[in-house]
């Protein structure tokens, strides 16, 4: 059973092969699917990298692997693959698209008109 912000073994069986391929040379890296469950952490509980339980290794290793996946493109690699499993399930259609919007009403100092008009300092 996965702990909060963490993959289930089904989750990770589905993108382990991206996140984490095979190493033939150098030294061994820390465990992919427990540094995943780190960023997950980090990025959803709001909390500083160096915050990070001790339990998903250094922080800066996690926040490292983090700028190496945002970079070399393996979080989109990991999108694309959930989303074609969601339209082969038939849980997402293409061909219907919603965007979600909210109004907020500004003041007239949002603006940098200030608070009663245009006033100049006296």
Known sequence: MA???????????????IVSP?????????????VLNGIFWVLLSGAK???LPERY???????DRFRQWRDDG???AVLARLQLKLREDGLMD???WMIDS?????TRAASGGG??????NR
């Open 102 to 106: 909210t109004a907020v009403r500004a």
């Open 94 to 96: 293409l061909d219907t």
């Open 115 to 120: 608070k009663n008009g245009n006033r100049t």
């Open 3 to 17: 702990g909060r912000y963490e993959l289930s073994e089904h989750s990770w069986s589905l993108i382990k092969d």
């Open 22 to 34: 095979p190493q033939t040379i150098g030294r061994p890296r820390r465990d992919d699917r427990q």
């Open 57 to 63: 290794g250094p922080w800066t290793t996690v926040y």
């Open 49 to 51: 990298w160096r915050d």
């Open 74 to 76: 393996t979080f989109d």
